[in-house]
């Protein structure tokens, strides 16, 4: 008896999808890296709080930048001064926890020398007092080389706004988000295809009527909802466990899949090139560490950007993972809309049709 029911690629497709899927969760490898590594670095920083830190100070237009404070300023690391913003964007950041003072300096021809206005955030109160830490030291090694020095060479005025307190973990849980799609992305794609083309298993298939579009897109989908599956149980144990910030809640979850899903479409990109430029699996661990380790120290991923020399961000700001991060983390505590963050999605859209052309160009079935 012959079957004349049509051959449907749609359920060539999904039944690919399936065992790729099945292959993915049975993976420790995978497992590790998207899961167990992310979850152990988000205990770890959650409880010991921030390296490097890096404290962001707004410069309002009327400060006096020739000062000796500013000077003096200037020459810590530690302090990361902000003069290409408006007093609009100062005080929005103010409010969000971007920024964690903004800093006014006049000079005077008597005592006190210097009339220092310094508003602080609650949503960065750690830094606010850090900074303060910083300008006493300031007056203290000034105040040494005065004769008969008064009590303070500086007046301060200090104000306080409102603020949504910006936590550890809502800086490192987007972070390490991103840490999970890009090695799934890179090195879950290379190894899969690279192995399915030197075990000719993709040679078998064109034995069969199944699509080429069939075997890709069957190990995306898979990829795709283990990537998401993985994402939410991150976000999960972020809100629940350590308090990481959600502010509208669902839809903010659902924005962070949205961002993720478009993150892991583009890292799996660098994975077709690695596969089909890779010869064996030994050299597929080399090449994919070429993509995701800088990508890792220098997106945002561990400590803020902000901290690296001038010429280090310039070289963050062109990498994928950096805007994916700073998505991640409007998204999550800023409560911004995907039309909030379409700079960041205009990028990865750039890095999306970059990566395919050549990804289109270096895989090979065979």
Known sequence: MTNNKPYSNTRATLAIAKASFRSIIRSPSAVVFSLAFPLIFIIVFANIGGGGI?????????????????????????????KDQTPEEMNSNLLKGRIDVILDIKTTQTMPRFIIDAR?????????????????????EMNKYIPNPPPSIAEIHETTVSGREYKYIDFILPGMLGFSLLSSGVFGTA???????????????????????????????????????????????????????????????LNMLVLSAIGLVIFMGFGF?????????????PLSNIITLPQFLLSGTFFATTAFPTWLQSISRVLPLTHLNDAMRKVAFEGASLGDVTHQLLILAMWFVGIYIIAVKTFKWE
Do not use: W
């Open 273 to 285: 090139i690695i596969s089909g430029i890779a010869k064996n699996d030994s050299s597929v661990p």
């Open 54 to 82: 890096s404290v962001d100070v707004g410069v309002a237009k009327t400060c006096d930048t020739s000062s000796d404070i500013y000077q003096a300023l200037k020459s810590i690391k530690m302090v990361n001064l902000i």
């Open 120 to 140: 602080y955030t609650k949503a960065s109160q750690e830094k606010g007092n850090i900074f303060k830490s910083v300008l006493n030291n300031i007056f203290y």
């Open 191 to 253: 190894f899969v295809f690279l192995s399915l083309r030197l075990t000719l298993v993709i040679k078998r298939f064109f034995a069969t009527p199944v699509k080429r579009y069939s075997i890709v897109l069957g190990e995306a989908i898979a990829r795709l909802v283990f990537a998401l599956l993985g994402a939410l149980f991150i976000i999960a144990v972020g809100h629940f466990a350590f308090g990481f910030t959600l502010i509208h809640g669902t839809i903010t979850v």
